[in-house]
């Protein structure tokens, strides 16, 4: 029970990821509050979670909203009474040619994406600070780190979160506080499952990947539960990408 009387927030944790990352948390010991856009699909997760209800709290969350994002924060203070790990799952992205996307289309996925983890981490760290203590985890991407074609505004805010991970760790080291940034590679998620549907495409991917398939939400436990426990006490802005060895291949088809 690492996690023993920790609190974790966790954004897009309706989301296949986001709820792996929660529960994650939560079967650690930590008491867990859920947020996302859906009050629904919120109440299922909670249901599915798999820890007592007394320990999880649901707060629908817009997090392009700052005003939203504040009182998420404020309720789960109000409710646990400290803010010990946020982590930031929450995101969108939409698939078109860059030479096709509107000026709306690219705020809207910057908002959310980059402003609203940024906005997230700040009202976070407002409770953080004085007790000098704190674990935040951005969720970026592979793509931070390599270029795919259609996503142009997607990639933009998964690179930013990698270098905005640096800044925050750097101004908050002192007060304690750790900011790290997990990126997964290819993921199987709703997200992402129509493009897995074509098997071509799906194969095309899992050539580039050196342990021959593609991520599962799962995979996302050890290095969550580690990053947000006292084992890493001494790690702060760094980015770790959860990919099954894709860019230590260098993009290199397998076979």
């Given at each position: 029970?690492?996690?023993?009387?920790?609190?974790?927030?966790?954004?897009?944790?309706?989301?296949?990821?986001?709820?792996?990352?929660?529960?994650?948390?939560?079967?650690?010991?930590?008491?867990?509050?859920?947020?996302?856009?859906?009050?629904?699909?919120?109440?299922?997760?909670?249901?599915?979670?798999?820890?007592?209800?007394?320990?999880?709290?649901?707060?629908?969350?817009?997090?392009?909203?700052?005003?939203?994002?504040?009182?998420?924060?404020?309720?789960?203070?109000?409710?646990?009474?400290?803010?010990?790990?946020?982590?930031?799952?929450?995101?969108?992205?939409?698939?078109?040619?860059?030479?096709?996307?509107?000026?709306?289309?690219?705020?809207?996925?910057?908002?959310?994406?980059l402003s609203g983890t940024f906005f997230c981490c700040q009202e976070a760290?407002?409770?953080?600070?004085?007790?000098?203590?704190?674990?935040?985890?951005?969720?970026?991407?592979?793509?931070?780190?390599?270029?795919?074609?259609?996503?142009?505004?997607?990639?933009?805010?998964?690179?930013?979160?990698?270098?905005?991970?640096?800044?925050?760790?750097?101004?908050?080291?002192?007060?304690?506080?750790?900011?790290?940034?997990?990126?997964?590679?290819?993921?199987?998620?709703?997200?992402?499952?129509?493009?897995?549907?074509?098997?071509?495409?799906?194969?095309?991917?899992?050539?580039?990947?050196?342990?021959?398939?593609?991520?599962?939400?799962?995979?996302?436990?050890?290095?969550?539960?580690?990053?947000?426990?006292?084992?890493?006490?001494?790690?702060?802005?760094?980015?770790?990408?959860?990919?099954?060895?894709?860019?230590?291949?260098?993009g290199n088809p397998l076979g």
């Amino acid at each position: 029970m690492l996690l023993e009387e920790k609190v974790g927030v966790i954004t897009g944790a309706s989301g296949d990821l986001g709820f792996a990352m929660a529960q994650a948390l939560g079967k650690a010991g930590a008491n867990i509050v859920l947020a996302s856009r859906d009050k629904r699909r919120l109440e299922d997760a909670a249901g599915k979670i798999g820890i007592e209800a007394s320990r999880v709290h649901i707060v629908p969350t817009d997090v392009g909203d700052n005003k939203q994002v504040k009182f998420l924060m404020k309720s789960s203070f109000d409710r646990f009474g400290s803010i010990d790990v946020l982590i930031t799952a929450a995101g969108i992205q939409i698939r078109k040619p860059a030479v096709e996307f509107t000026c709306d289309e690219w705020e809207r996925v910057l908002k959310v994406n980059l402003s609203g983890t940024f906005f997230c981490c700040q009202e976070a760290a407002k409770y953080m600070i004085p007790r000098r203590r704190g674990k935040i985890i951005l969720v970026s991407s592979l793509t931070a780190e390599i270029g795919i074609p259609n996503i142009a505004a997607y990639v933009a805010s998964r690179g930013a979160i990698r270098q905005l991970t640096k800044a925050l760790a750097v101004e908050w080291a002192k007060f304690n506080i750790n900011v790290n940034c997990i990126g997964p590679g290819r993921f199987l998620t709703k997200m992402t499952q129509d493009i897995f549907a074509n098997e071509e495409v799906k194969n095309s991917f899992i050539r580039l990947i050196p342990m021959g398939r593609v991520g599962v939400p799962d995979d996302l436990v050890g290095i969550t539960v580690f990053l947000a426990s006292e084992a890493s006490n001494y790690i702060t802005g760094q980015s770790f990408y959860v990919d099954g060895g894709w860019l230590a291949a260098g993009g290199n088809p397998l076979g």
